[in-house]
């Protein structure tokens, strides 16, 4: 057994063939840098076919694996490998940056939970308040290259942070976070949100 991370978990996700994928505010495990992110072998054992090389200059907080098994990261990050990559990103199957999907200037806060949809398009939660300057209170979709779904429009959105998401068999989003209303109706810390 080796000393595992040097900080918290953030975030987990298995992969179809059982590899697992971490995220946290760690920097090493087993006193190897990883840099926030790492896949482990089902023994627990480090994937060193994974290699993301510098890896991420912040924390990640959300991991989510697409149907093609790239990666989407969320969290507190500004950059990635030196690339500027603003609090969302998406990773090949190696680690390595997908250079496809382009997020821009990206979020103005930190992302706390990535949701991928049937279709493909990325439900994103945090506490920010644009993307690439448009206004988006607490909840944003991203199309599948990273630009912003504007058909998706939230309107005046959460009045405070939101922290958590899911996404139910319907297709509707379920948020959950400190605030009190979205778009100006009273909803108290929990909201479901229609997929427009």
């Not at 054992?45 to 907080?61: C, K, L, N, W």
């Not at 500027?84 to 199957?93: G, K, M």
């Not at 948020?175 to 100006?184: A, E, M, Q, W």
């Amino acid at each position: 057994i080796g000393t595992g991370f040097d900080d918290g978990v953030r975030s987990i996700a298995v992969q179809a063939d059982g590899k697992i994928l971490i995220g946290g505010t760690f920097i090493t495990y087993d006193g190897i840098t990883v840099n926030h992110i790492i896949r482990l072998n089902t023994d627990g054992s480090r994937d060193t076919s994974f290699d993301m090389m510098a890896g991420f200059d912040g924390d990640i907080v959300s991991i989510n694996i697409q149907s093609d098994g790239k990666i989407i990261t969320g969290g507190t990050f500004s950059s990635f490998n030196g690339i500027s990559r603003i609090h969302i990103a998406r990773l090949n199957q190696d680690g390595s940056l997908d250079t496809s999907f382009d997020p821009g200037s990206g979020f103005d806060n930190y992302v706390m939970s990535t949701n991928i949809q049937t279709d493909g398009k990325i439900i994103s939660v945090g506490y920010f308040t644009s993307f690439n300057g448009i206004s988006r209170n607490g909840i944003a979709r991203l199309n599948q290259d990273g630009s912003l779904d504007t058909s998706f429009d939230p309107g005046a959105g959460f009045d405070a942070l939101a922290t958590c998401g899911s996404i139910a068999a319907d297709g509707k989003i379920i948020v959950g976070g400190n605030f009190l209303s979205f778009n100006g109706t009273s909803v108290n810390r929990i909201a479901r949100l229609n997929t427009d």
